[in-house]
Nanobody, 116 residues
Framework: QVQLQESGPGLVKPSQTLSLTCTVS??????????WSWIRQPPGKGLEWMGG???????YYSPSLKIRTAISRDTSKNQFSLQLNSVIPEDTAVYYC????????WGQGTQVTVSS
């Protein structure tokens, strides 16, 4: 059974870096069948795809966030991570990690608030 779990701080100050990690269990991050992504949902708004990483480490980013976003992975730990730089209050959202391909799996989501 595939499970994804997000972890990271729930409060980040403006201008700082938001860092989240997703731990994947029950599925290998070296599988070519999937893309691993970060998706967020600001309060009162829809889902926003931020970026993803493939089995060979290739990354893709939303054009609107590309300048501030970095996604990386640690296959030895079966984890992938998100860094969002220079955060602003509008980055407040529930952040989800997702594994999409032969199946579609989501983490439970983690609330991140950007506030001083």
């Amino acid at each position: 059974q595939v499970q994804l779990q997000e972890s990271g701080p729930g409060l980040v100050k403006p201008s700082q870096t938001l860092s989240l990690t997703c731990t994947v269990s029950g599925g290998s991050m070296t599988s070519s069948d999937y893309v691993w992504s970060w998706i967020r949902q600001p309060p009162g708004k829809g889902l926003e795809w931020m970026g993803g990483i493939t089995y060979d480490g290739t990354t893709y980013y939303s054009p609107s966030l590309k300048i501030r976003t970095a996604i990386s992975r640690d296959t030895s730990k079966n984890q992938f991570s998100l860094q969002l730089n220079s955060v602003i209050p509008e980055d407040t959202a529930v952040y989800y990690c997702n594994m999409f391909g032969s199946g579609n799996y989501w983490g439970q989501g983690t609330q991140v608030t950007v506030s001083s």
